[in-house]
Antibody, heavy 121, light 109 residues
């Protein structure tokens, strides 16, 4: 069964850090680009970050550059998102998604169920 | 301001056709052929419906079709069914970034 399962969400104070994980199963994880996409409560989808199949290239939306880091461990079939200096506006459901392309430049064909991150004092 | 503008809502009766537009506000995004469409039911993860402007993933009914003309991409749902009621988002890849549309709520009357 092909699936992506996110974990690591929760409630965190502003300025603190959190690391999200996305475990892949039933698919050839190391052959595809991967992404993080978030959705604030009652809002639309927002792409956050992407990474090539081998981890050699990473790219981010401007609003998280320097604060968030995407990475992957192909030996563990796992994608990560390290989030530092969190702000209230980072509150959202965070989804990991697989790209159709190895270079993360096409579309998101498999999605996880999402993990909620709440930034609040 | 989003790089991709969609109508807030569209509606139709069962069996009818509806079309959702997705207009790019920047030329870079408008030139992209990596345009995809997703639908999302409340509380669920998005699902890919169309990619590369007009291609359908395996398992997506042929009632769903996509096209693009100049700066505007479109998703057409033919033979509208109750389960098509959802939020729909377009998405475009350009300049090492992805841009999602503002989202359209499709209501089946």
């Amino acid at each position: 069964q092909v699936q992506l399962v996110e974990s690591g969400g929760g409630v965190v104070q502003p300025g603190r850090s959190l690391r999200l994980s996305c475990a892949a199963s039933g698919l050839t994880f190391s052959s595809y680009g991967m992404h993080w996409v978030r959705q604030a409560p009652g809002k639309g989808l927002e792409w956050m970050a992407g990474i090539w199949y081998d981890g050699s290239n990473k790219y981010y939306v401007d609003s998280v550059k320097g604060r968030f880091t995407i990475s992957r461990d192909n030996s563990k079939n796992t994608l990560y998102l390290q989030m530092n200096s969190l702000r209230a506006e980072d509150t959202a459901v965070y989804y990991c998604a697989r790209d159709l392309s190895a270079y993360g430049d096409d579309a998101f064909d498999i999605w996880g169920q999402g993990t909620m991150v709440t930034v609040s004092s | 301001q989003s790089a991709l503008t969609q109508p807030r809502s569209v509606s139709g009766s069962p069996g009818q056709s509806v079309t959702i537009s997705c207009t790019a506000t920047s030329s870079a995004v408008g030139r992209s052929n990596s345009v995809s469409w997703y639908h999302q039911h409340p509380g669920k993860a998005p699902k890919l419906m169309i990619y590369d402007v007009g291609k359908r993933p395996s398992g997506v009914p042929d009632r769903f079709s996509g096209s693009k003309s100049a700066n505007t991409a479109s998703l057409t749902i033919s033979g509208l069914q109750a389960e098509d009621e959802a939020d729909y988002y377009c998405c475009s890849y350009a300049g090492s970034s992805y841009f999602f549309g503002t989202g359209t709520k499709v209501t089946v009357l």
